[in-house]
């Protein structure tokens, strides 16, 4: 988790950024699916053989956001492509002077 | 016939504008895209006159999806809380999309109407599903469909200005980190309490009186992650590029409405559930927020003063008012409560007036407006530049304009709390105000320039003149306003007081 903040933070690539920011969110989406284990639980499936049960409703959030962060990686990526066509680069730095250029 | 929807009234009013925008995403027209959603949105409207006829009846709604019962299902509450919230919602955004069709054909592809409605649309529902919702993940859900739409649309300004891209990369990132930290928070809360519904949570949490580190954890990334969403100082650095580089007609939803939503679902949270630790409340309401607000009033209004792009002035003249409203939630009673929905739902008339009037005369001059350039535009374009006029006062808070109710009630709130060294730092910001605002005046009436008045578009300027009217109208006429805030602050603060 930290590890994916801290490319989003660093990097002065923006594809990295959105790398790093799926990274940062997986990480989320395994914390929630940690707190679904019930010791000795298995799949929630009704069998005679089980006594206990793993939580599938944290299973069932995350499933629903793993398709936000699926949308806000595509999005992002559109993004990035339609500043790389727009600047023809992506890095925050070269855009930043070239900005400045044109402020001039 | 109409009964059997009438029924689902509280799940249609987010439903529809999303199945609609499903429907016209790939629309080639040029207008029929924008009848749809007019129509749409006059049901939209409809609808919610229904639920205010429901509440007026019974005063709570609570709407059970698929009739699994809370805690287990999904529900919607409306009650005196965001009753208010929902009707101005409801016909600021009737009126705006009256006011968006001339906007968006003139500043994007006429052929991307279709996708952009849609858009708009899905931003209308899913904001609107903030409002509605009673359930801490599927607000989650909202939160990240409403950023979603708002960056492709922000995007969409990029035929203007290509910096509307980075604008909106900036949100996507920074809106992501925010939703994600308050995904984080929810789990915390989820695996203490092993429920999603916040009046379940309540009644959950409860049982950990003395308060366990992990609620404590939980509670604070929930309350940062909204901060981000909701631009409070100093994690609002999105939102000024956001507001300004968005094609006008959007910007003017943005504006008004976006933050204003997530604003009121922090408050619900603050003063619904984390109000049984009262301790944790006060710490964070006085240490947190509180100078934070403080920070976002000044700051806020000191950089204003120096922009020079008319839009990006107004974007931190919102920073600054969001701190308005921080301050008065800060304050713990029931004035002050009240003095902050007050403010929430003129503040959206008001930004949404002058990003309305401002976005026309952008059309009109074809390029980004700047203060050189509205030299004479109250001579040239008389109608709606008397319309930024009376927004604009509104903003700094003359009397007989909704403006001066808020600051009334933010004075009389700050009085009773004895927070006079709040008083006079907003007195301050008001005076400043006067400056900024009165750069654009001096542009706008005071140059040599002299140009004969020009035609306007009546389709543009009745629904600027239907908000500018409306601002005047709630502020000789103030009880609606007054009677929705004090009811939102009943049920918010008669929970604090047992």
Redesign the interface.
């Known amino acids: 988790m930290v590890g994916g903040l801290f490319i989003i933070i660093t990097s002065q690539n923006y594809l990295k950024k959105v790398v790093g920011l799926a990274i940062f969110q997986t990480a989320v989406f395994v914390f929630f699916v940690s707190l679904a284990k019930v010791l000795d639980g298995t799949a929630p499936i009704l069998t005679k053989m089980a006594n206990a049960y793993s939580n599938p409703l944290p299973h069932v959030l995350i499933l629903t956001a793993i398709v936000v962060g699926v949308a806000t990686s595509a999005l992002g990526l559109a993004l990035v492509l339609q500043i790389y066509k727009n600047y023809e680069t992506i890095e925050e730095k070269e855009i930043e002077s070239l900005e400045l250029k044109s402020d001039k | 016939m109409f009964d059997i929807f009438l029924d689902d009234a509280p799940a249609l009013v987010v439903v529809l504008p999303l199945l609609i925008s499903a429907i016209i995403a790939f629309m080639p027209s040029k207008i029929w895209p924008w009848i749809i959603s007019i129509i749409t949105l006059f049901l939209h409207l409809f609808l919610s006159l229904h639920l205010l006829k429901e509440i007026s009846v019974s005063g709570l709604i609570i709407y059970e999806f698929g009739n699994w019962e809370p805690p287990w299902g999904i529900s919607f509450k409306i009650d005196g809380v965001n009753i208010g919230l929902q009707l101005l919602f409801s016909i600021f955004v009737l009126v705006s999309t009256f006011y968006s069709r001339k906007i968006f054909l003139n500043e994007i592809d006429y052929r991307d109407s279709g996708k952009a409605y849609s858009l708009w649309l899905l931003a209308v529902g899913s904001l609107n599903g903030i409002i509605l919702t009673n359930d801490i ?1 599927n607000l ?2 909202f939160l ?1 469909i409403s950023a ?1 739409a708002s ?2 649309l922000i ?1 969409l300004g ?1 035929g203007q200005n ?2 509307a ?2 604008a ?2 900036n949100y ?2 920074i809106g ?2 925010g939703a ?1 930290f308050y ?2 928070g929810v ?1 915390f809360a ?2 203490m309490t092993g429920t ?1 519904n916040m009046n379940d949570l309540v009644i959950q949490l409860a049982q950990y009186s003395d308060g366990q580190l992990a609620i404590f954890a939980g509670m604070s990334f929930m309350l940062i992650g909204l901060m981000v969403k909701a631009a409070i100082f100093p994690v609002h650095i999105w939102l000024p590029p956001a507001y300004s580089y968005a094609p006008s007609a959007f910007s003017t939803l943005l504006a008004a409405l976006a933050t204003k939503t997530i604003l009121y679902f922090f408050v619900r949270l603050l003063y619904e559930v984390f109000i049984i630790y009262p301790s944790y409340l006060s710490l964070f309401l006085d240490f947190v927020l509180y100078p934070l607000s403080l920070l976002a009033i000044f700051i806020g209004t000191v950089i204003a003063i120096y922009q020079d792009d008319i839009k990006k002035l107004l974007a931190f003249s919102s920073i600054a008012q969001i701190g308005y409203i921080t301050l008065a939630f800060s304050l713990k009673d029931h004035s002050g409560v009240a003095s902050g929905f007050v403010h929430i739902l003129n503040h959206a008339l008001i930004k949404g007036g002058l990003f309305m009037a401002v976005g026309y005369f952008a059309i009109l001059y074809k390029d980004r407006v700047t203060l050189n350039s509205l030299k004479g535009f109250g001579y040239k374009y008389p109608i709606t530049s008397f319309a930024l006029l009376i927004c604009g006062l509104s903003l700094i808070g003359l009397p007989l304009t909704n403006g001066f109710i808020s600051k009334l009630y933010l004075f009389q709130a700050l009085y009773t709390n004895q927070m006079y060294f709040s008083i006079a730092l907003v007195a301050v910001s008001s005076a400043l105000a006067v400056v900024y605002f009165w750069k654009i005046v001096e542009q706008m009436w005071f140059s040599e320039i002299k140009f004969k008045s020009e035609k306007e578009d009546a389709y543009i300027y009745l629904p600027i003149w239907i908000v500018t009217i409306s601002i005047i109208i709630f502020g000789i006429y103030s009880t609606p306003i007054i009677e929705f805030s004090n009811l939102s602050a009943d049920y918010l603060i008669s929970g604090y007081q047992n």
Do not use: D, H, N, Q
């Open positions: 993940f989650f859900v990240e979603l960056i492709s995007a990029a290509r910096k891209l980075l909106a990369f996507l990132i992501a980190i994600t995904v984080i789990g989820y695996a999603l």
